[in-house]
T-cell receptor, first 112, second 115 residues
């Protein structure tokens, strides 16, 4: 595997379910990110982790819970989501400085 | 007012045309400017990265930054059907500190290059 991988690629869940999204980067980067991409809206930064420490929580509801066990792995735990949370969730990683971010293919999430 | 404005298009051009994509922004602190390309059902892919004002060329792609006008452009020469994608501009202030990794994106412009 190369670059940034995300699993699953597609996820359908009910509002009472609990699920997790996984991201893995094979680039040796020290920072990882979660973004939300909704139709007709700009990419929204959700969380930033730098050397496993969370450095940014962009006012994300608590039903989204990130976890970064090491610099190569990032999880997004989901519980009691709302239909408006349906979107493409993108993971990215970057070397120091954070300008050049490399994205994974995303997880397409549908909340019913 | 949005921090970054980008016309969502869609933009449709014939093969071989010169394409001009643009973003305007309001935050004068932005110093780093990027263009990403996103194919359908894929994540964004970094195309061009520039710091401060000026031009940068890479093959058929040229990125321009005019900080005095708060305006950035991406030009694609000899456009190909394979260039059909959504193009996202992104920008951020100086590196480090509380702005670490905090890119602000435009909405994206949908481009179709038809044969």
């Amino acid at each position: 595997e190369t670059g940034v991988t995300q699993t699953p690629r597609h996820l359908v869940m009910g509002m009472t379910n609990k699920k997790s999204l996984k991201c893995e980067q094979h680039l040796g980067h020290n920072a990882m990110y979660w973004y939300k991409q909704s139709a007709k809206k700009p990419l929204e930064l959700m969380f930033v982790y730098n050397f496993k420490e969370q450095t940014e929580n962009n006012s994300v509801p608590s039903r989204f819970s990130p976890e970064c066990p090491n610099s190569s792995h990032l999880f997004l735990h989901l519980h009691t989501l709302q239909p408006e949370d349906s979107a493409l969730y993108l993971c990215a990683s970057s070397p120091g400085g954070g300008e050049t971010q490399y994205f994974g293919p995303g997880t397409r999430l549908l909340v019913l | 007012q949005k921090e970054v404005e980008q016309d969502p298009g869609p933009l449709s051009v014939p093969e071989g045309a010169i394409v001009s994509l643009n973003c305007t922004y309001s935050n004068s602190a932005f110093q780093y400017f990027m263009w990403y390309r996103q194919y359908s059902r894929k994540g964004p892919e970094l195309l061009m990265y520039t710091y401060s004002s000026g031009n940068k060329e890479d093959g058929r792609f040229t990125a321009q930054v005019d900080k005095s006008s708060k305006y950035i452009s991406l030009f694609i020469r000899d456009s190909q059907p394979s260039d059909s994608a959504t193009y996202l501009c992104a920008m951020r202030p100086n590196a480090g500190g509380t702005s670490y990794g905090k890119l602000t994106f435009g909405q994206g412009t949908i481009l179709t290059v038809h044969p």
